[in-house]
């Protein structure tokens, strides 16, 4: 069983300041410090405040990494476990992370601010779902024999590709280096995970519960330092198979150039999107509708890849909308200390990205949208790095507001008149990660969703989901899949091997 949360924020003040932080490398089954002593400042966002120093690992410390994890494949210490111990594995693991969902959701609510209640009522049990699913799916692992010629017989063989590189994004710690290194280790990889600099304290304790669940040492290794230097030293390694990548999309184009001057590895890309939702005058119930687009918009502070930024409101709801949207994003999201269990909105992941934000809103006041509410800091926590929950109508789509990826709080409302006209502006845009359509008549919903260039098309929802679906987008959203039985299948190649009988 898990320690008993705290129940208020004193509650979770006191556990935060007894919780010992994770700050080294982890290689090799330990946490050490950088070669060269480098370190890095890890800062609350919430009040400016450093919380620690962080070891910030370099070129050389990426070397010592891939070399820990290519001797365990090597040695097959991990992949030529028998298949029902490498599950017994996994489920030691994500019992181990199930029973520190306190501790884990306090590391992500301090490194990046996210609101602790929703780190340990999502995140964490998000976390504990993917490792138990993909650990379900070892032996289910198959090859195949095709039908030949009586002389011969012929095999394919599932194999892992290797070591396998991965670069996980800040906005879910922890969840998205889950779902990184759950199906790469799955499939018998050895990983070198390199996380954001932003937010390493969760990946590298998840490290350290691998290997307490049974996990072999150098099997899974987390490099904590900045993406210039030691993702791209991660990117350019030749005994890499694989680099699996979550963040922005320049830089998954800089990735997928390493990969070709070095050792044409397999390059996954999730990257930016910017999701319309698309809300018809049909749709069942205007309520329900506007709570999704609230959620869709404002959850994790818009920290989000596929947050549905863009909504295309059919003129006939448009007035409707906007005074339920305005209501409702009151009621919902109000900025607060993320150690108190009543924030439903934390700061920006630091103050950089917080005055990138504010940039955006600018701009968009200056393209001529109009600003229906919010569009800057929280005047009342002028140390923190907070943005207010933001609504532009009005919005053009040759406007930055609705062709850049703003990464925070801010909600752009696009204006349509025909069933034509949304589709094309949804699909009026570099990204295609998501898309949702809100209506009560199934065969439109049918012809939007086989007319949206999106890799996820939810309809009259947003956001919904479980591990079975494929994740990931279209165009300059990425080139590869999350979860479900499609991610696993990338982490894997095929052997053909033909037995002459004759």
């Known amino acids: ?131 138990r699913w993909f650990g379900e799916c070892i032996d289910k692992i198959e090859g195949a024999v095709t039908n030949t010629a009586q002389e011969a017989v012929h095999l394919i063989h599932r194999e892992p590709l290797g070591v396998v590189g991965a670069i996980s994004a800040w906005n879910y710690p922890l969840l998205m280096a889950a779902w990184k290194i759950a199906p790469a280790l799955a499939a018998g990889n050895c990983v070198v995970l390199k996380p954001s600099e932003r937010s390493a304290f969760s990946p590298i304790r998840l490290a350290e519960l691998f290997v307490e669940a049974g996990g072999p040492p150098g099997v899974f290794n987390v490099v904590n330092g900045l993406g210039p230097v030691a993702g791209a030293a991660l990117a350019l390694h030749p005994d890499v198979a694989k680099i699996s990548f979550t963040g922005s999309t320049a830089t998954g184009r800089r990735l997928m150039m390493a990969a070709g001057q070095s050792n044409l590895k397999r390059v996954a890309l999730e990257t930016g999107g910017k999701s319309p939702q698309i809300f018809l005058p049909d749709l069942a119930d205007l309520d329900t509708a506007v709570d999704a687009a609230v959620r869709g918009i404002f959850d994790n502070a818009g920290q989000v890849c596929n947050a549905g930024s863009r909504l295309l409101v059919h003129a006939d709801l448009h007035e409707d909308f906007v005074r339920a949207f305005t209501r409702r994003a009151a009621e919902l999201y109000r900025p607060g200390d993320p150690l108190d269990p009543t924030t439903s909105l934390g700061p920006m992941v630091c103050r950089a990205h917080q005055q990138g934000v504010l940039a955006r809103i600018a701009d968009g006041v200056a393209e001529g949208a109009e600003l229906a509410f919010g569009g800057g800091a929280d005047p009342g926590r002028p140390e923190g790095a907070y943005v207010l929950p933001t609504l532009f109508t009005g919005v053009a789509s040759g406007m930055s507001l609705a062709q850049e990826e703003i990464f925070g709080p801010v909600a752009s409302l696009l204006r349509f008149e025909t069933e034509d006209e949304a589709v094309r502006l949804a699909n009026e845009s570099i990204y295609g990660l998501a898309a949702s359509v809100w209506t009560a008549d199934l065969k439109r919903a049918h012809r939007l969703v086989k007319a949206l260039e999106a890799g996820v098309v939810w309809v009259n929802c947003f956001g919904d989901g479980d591990m079975t679906q494929p994740f990931g987008g279209y165009k300059q959203s990425g080139n590869t899949r999350d979860k479900s039985l499609e991610c696993l299948d990338g982490y894997l190649q095929s052997k053909s091997v033909w037995i002459s009988l004759s």
């Open 1 to 131: 069983m898990s320690d008993a949360a705290p129940t208020d924020r004193a509650g979770w003040a006191a556990r935060a300041a007894s919780l010992t932080l994770p700050t080294g490398l982890f290689i090799d089954g330990r946490q050490e410090p950088a070669l060269d002593g480098a370190v890095l400042e890890a800062v609350y966002p919430a009040d400016g405040q450093v919380l620690a120093e962080m070891a910030c690992g370099g070129a050389a410390d990426i070397d010592r990494a891939v070399a820990s994890a290519r001797a365990a494949w090597a040695d097959g210490r991990w992949r030529h476990m028998a298949p029902r111990a490498r599950m017994a594995v996994f489920a030691r693991f994500a019992d181990l992370v199930e029973q520190a969902a306190v501790e884990l959701a306090l590391l992500d609510s301090l490194s990046m601010g996210k609101p602790v209640a929703d780190a340990l009522t999502i995140d964490v049990p998000e976390t504990v779902l993917t490792l």
